[in-house]
């Protein structure tokens, strides 16, 4: 079946502006996660999703950004008054249940100048 | 806390030989599971292989395998017969269960023909 799709898979965007990042998981995972990974590191944590609820969004850097997932599918990664630190991929993965192996999306490259 | 360390910013190998990429951890959970991904210049995560800590056999997959130590909190990757498509950034991952990931900063293996 299809694996984790994530859009746009680039996006530019102004200092101030408003972005939104979509994430589709395979289809029947109830978890989701969103990841940010600047330029040389590791994935960072931001957000896990168990169906439509947030069951830790402690890696949320600030209250700029937000996440949602209101029907337990696809889930939208939403960023606010973005500042050039915000630059980096964004990547989204899926899990059948939250102890089982994590499939990730290609990511979307945020740039902010 | 947990934490990943991925001493080896770069490694090469031949291709045919052998390497091994390093990994150590911090956790005080007995519980947990490991994972090496693989990064290639496309940004999809791919999972390479998989070690729940209460086994104490060795996972392998095909030409890959790990070195698990649990008391030495030690996880390396072994790749034998090395192929020009292993080329890639190689994350070493932690997870509590049920949590979330925490990677490493990543090994750049190249493969030299």
């Known amino acids: 079946g299809a694996g984790v799709s994530q859009t746009p898979s680039n996006k530019v965007t102004e200092k101030g502006k408003y972005v939104e990042l979509r994430c589709d998981p395979i289809?029947?995972?109830?978890?989701l996660y969103w990841y940010r990974q600047s330029l040389g590191q590791g994935p960072e944590f931001l957000i896990y999703?168990?169906?439509?609820?947030?069951?830790?969004d402690s890696g949320l850097p600030n209250d700029r950004f937000f996440a949602v997932r209101p029907e337990g599918s696809v889930s939208t990664l939403k960023i606010q008054r973005t500042e050039r630190g915000d630059s980096a991929v964004y990547l989204c993965a899926s899990s059948p249940m939250p102890q089982e192996t994590q499939y990730f999306g290609p990511g979307t490259r945020l740039l902010v100048l | 806390a947990q934490t990943v360390t991925q001493s080896q910013p770069e490694m090469s190998v031949q291709e045919a030989e052998t390497v091994t990429l390093s990994c150590t951890y911090d956790t005080s959970e007995s519980d947990y599971y490991l994972f090496w991904y693989k990064q290639p210049p496309s940004r999809q995560m791919i999972l390479v292989i998989r070690q729940e800590a209460y086994k104490q056999q060795n996972a392998t997959e095909n030409r890959f395998s790990v070195n698990f130590q649990k008391a030495a909190k030690s996880f390396s990757l072994k790749i034998s017969d090395s192929q020009l498509g292993d080329a890639a950034m190689y994350f070493c991952?932690?997870?509590?269960?049920?949590?979330?990931?925490?990677f490493g900063t990543g090994t750049s293996l190249t493969v030299i023909p």
């Open positions: 289809s029947g995972h109830t978890a």
């Open positions: 991952a932690y997870r509590k269960v049920g949590n979330q990931f925490y």
């Open positions: 999703f168990q169906g439509t609820g947030a069951a830790d």
